[in-house]
């Protein structure tokens, strides 16, 4: 019962995920990358620890310093991702993005000595042809697309880590811990220029809804998720994020789906399928032979 509700609930993280695309592809046009992260995960961290201002307490060190490495990927990933997106249309950032999917499997694969499967491989293939068609311009990748690419492998990082270092007792601490490491260096990066804060209410909406709903209860959900889901059935499901992407950046973005942008985004998906599909079918050998 308890992995179908967190499947459930790490859907529905997903698509929370997906509608903040086109909203921080138009906040960006008035507030820098940097800047708005920081406000962003700073809200979140507050909200956290003034809701249980002693669960970091009640943590072991070592808990304490894997939930501090997995916040400081998830902060770099959340860095270039957005640096991308003021580069990048947030339809397109979604598809690259998802590429975490593919990612994931064979990161846990090298991390932990699993043979990757010819599926993975040809889920690999697809969706750098997928990528390819998505964000070259000619012979070269655009920096707003390469940059967000580089999130998505970091993405696949923190899905692992997560995996193997999260426990549902500890979700709430351990979030809180990963959304304080993040604030920090997002301030870092912001610090250099001066932290720029929205001025219009339709930003601070947006920013509000982005720490407390996609920023800190997203991250308690998805590590006490991952706490009953491995790392490939969590990125499996989170297939749908480019979709969603796509979906509100079509509906609230007013964005255009193209042919390009569809042909190489079916691609990537069809890459996320296969990796689902062999994610399954592994599971179910291990389960069979356990």
Do not use: K
Request: proline share 3%.
């Amino acid at each position: 019962m308890r992995p179908r509700l967190a499947a459930a609930a790490l859907l529905g993280v997903t698509a929370v995920w997906g509608s903040t695309f086109f909203l921080i592809r138009d906040l960006l046009d008035r507030v820098p990358a940097a800047d708005f992260l920081a406000v962003r995960f700073a809200i979140a961290t507050l909200a956290m620890l003034a809701l249980a201002p002693r669960a970091i307490g009640r943590l072991d060190a070592l808990t304490r310093r894997r939930s501090a490495y997995a916040g400081a990927v998830y902060g770099v990933a959340q860095i270039l991702q957005t640096t991308g997106l003021a580069h990048t249309p947030a339809s397109i950032s979604g598809f690259i993005t998802g590429l975490y999917v593919v990612a994931t499997p064979v990161l846990a694969a090298l991390a932990f000595g699993q043979r990757v499967s010819r599926s993975i491989w040809t889920a690999v293939a697809l969706s750098t042809v997928g990528l390819g068609i998505l964000s070259l311009r000619g012979f070269s990748v655009g920096f707003g697309e390469a940059v967000t690419f580089v999130a998505a492998i970091l993405y696949a990082v923190h899905i692992v880590l997560l995996s193997r270092w999260s426990s549902s007792r500890d979700a709430y601490a351990m979030a809180t811990i990963q959304m304080a490491v993040i604030t920090v260096l997002c301030l870092v990066v912001a610090a250099p220029g001066g932290l720029t804060l929205p001025h219009e209410s339709r930003d601070w909406i947006a920013v509000v809804y982005m720490a407390l709903v996609a920023g800190a209860l997203a991250m308690v959900v998805q590590t006490w998720a991952q706490s009953h889901l491995d790392a490939p059935r969590s990125a499996l499901l989170m297939t749908m994020e480019p979709v969603f992407a796509a979906g509100f950046a079509a509906t609230f973005g007013h964005e255009s789906l193209g042919l390009r942008v569809v042909l190489g985004g079916l691609l990537v998906l069809a890459a996320m399928v296969i990796a689902e599909r062999s994610g399954r079918a592994a599971a179910a050998i291990h389960a069979h032979l356990d």
